[in-house]
């Protein structure tokens, strides 16, 4: 039977310094400001543009089309088209024919409609015939008020000036975690730490009855900001078998740039040992 123990912890603090972003908002409000009678002037522009265009489109289309029902009026004679009479039997009821008569124009719309009259023989039941005048198919003249169209745009207050946006700055991360068994027992911890640099450490080592199995590995890496950037990396690791350390530097400035780097190995094995 075996057993073990788990830990793992990670931790977050909050950093109490703020990243100023500069928005150049208060230029932005002073060209609306300085513009916004001129951008009222091009939309009320546009749409009289635009209603004249709809105006003329459709007075040159009420036009066409009553030049059209005069042609068409004088080369054809309205039409009458009419239905026979009929007695529906055993009821005794006449109907007299249904007359429809068509416009000069078009055969298709009618103009009027007469409907037939109903009698029912050897009664004094009568329903007379009534006439329906359908108005003439014609469009309207198309009036619209000048004013109808008047674009305005809202008046335009300029509101407190922002010119900065804050963003919080990173905080400290801390993470941990260790397992222990009968065999092995292994700890590791790691930050990333944002102060006056930004500090990134870790460290993880085991302990344990096989001696190849036992290590220590550490490591740091910083960013210093000041007059520049700058990386600087270190880092070793021991272990029966294999050891080593690592120390690099990065510089970046205006002028120049410069980076060194230093490694070395150390392997042990019964064949190759350096």
Same mark, same amino acid.
């Given at each position: ?24 908002l208060g230029a932005f409000y002073k060209f609306i400001s300085q513009n916004i009678n001129s951008f009222s002037g091009h939309l009320q522009n546009i749409g009289?543009?635009?209603?004249? $265009?709809? &105006?003329?489109? !459709? ?5 066409? $089309? ?6 068409? #009026?004088?080369?054809?004679? @309205? ?6 009479? !009929?007695?529906?039997?055993? /009821?005794?009821?006449? *109907?007299? @024919? ?5 416009? %000069?124009?078009?055969? *298709? ?15 004094? $039941? !009568?329903?007379?015939?009534?006439? +329906? %005048? ?6 309207? *003249? /198309? ?8 674009? #305005?745009? @809202? ?5 407190? &000036?922002?010119?900065? =946006?804050? =963003? ?10 260790? $397992? ?5 027992? +292994?700890? &590791?911890?790691?930050?990333? !730490?944002n102060q006056s640099d930004i500090v990134a450490h870790i460290l993880s080592s085991s302990s344990s009855v096989i001696d190849a199995l036992q290590y220590k ?14 990386l600087a990396t270190t880092l070793s690791l021991n272990n029966k078998f294999l050891g080593g350390t690592h120390d690099s530097t990065i510089s970046l400035t205006?002028?120049?740039?410069? %980076?060194?780097?230093? &490694?070395? %190995? ?9």
């Amino acid at each position: 039977k075996q057993s073990f123990d788990l830990n793992i912890n990670a931790k977050y603090k909050k950093n109490k310094e703020k990243h100023s972003i500069a928005i150049p908002l208060g230029a932005f409000y002073k060209f609306i400001s300085q513009n916004i009678n001129s951008f009222s002037g091009h939309l009320q522009n546009i749409g009289d543009n635009a209603l004249d $265009f709809l &105006t003329k489109s !459709y007075n040159e289309a009420k036009i066409k $089309f009553d030049k059209y029902k005069v042609e068409k #009026s004088l080369n054809r004679l @309205p039409r009458t088209f009419q239905t026979p009479g !009929y007695i529906i039997p055993i /009821f005794n009821i006449e *109907v007299s @024919p249904l007359t429809i008569e068509t416009s %000069a124009f078009s055969h *298709v719309i009618p103009k009027s409609i007469s409907t037939p009259n109903v009698t029912i023989l050897d009664s004094s $039941f !009568y329903v007379p015939s009534y006439t +329906l %005048a359908l108005p003439s198919l014609e469009l309207p *003249v /198309f009036h619209v008020p000048r004013n109808l169209l008047k674009v #305005s745009l @809202p008046d335009f207050k300029e509101l407190k &000036t922002i010119n900065n =946006i804050f =963003i919080p700055a990173m905080g400290n991360i801390t993470y941990e975690f260790s $397992f222990k068994s009968t065999i092995i027992t +292994l700890n &590791t911890n790691a930050g990333l !730490y944002n102060q006056s640099d930004i500090v990134a450490h870790i460290l993880s080592s085991s302990s344990s009855v096989i001696d190849a199995l036992q290590y220590k590995l550490e490591g740091t890496s910083s960013l210093t900001r000041k007059r520049g950037l700058k990386l600087a990396t270190t880092l070793s690791l021991n272990n029966k078998f294999l050891g080593g350390t690592h120390d690099s530097t990065i510089s970046l400035t205006k002028k120049n740039m410069e %980076a060194s780097s230093t &490694t070395t %190995a150390d392997v042990q094995t019964p064949i190759l040992r350096t």
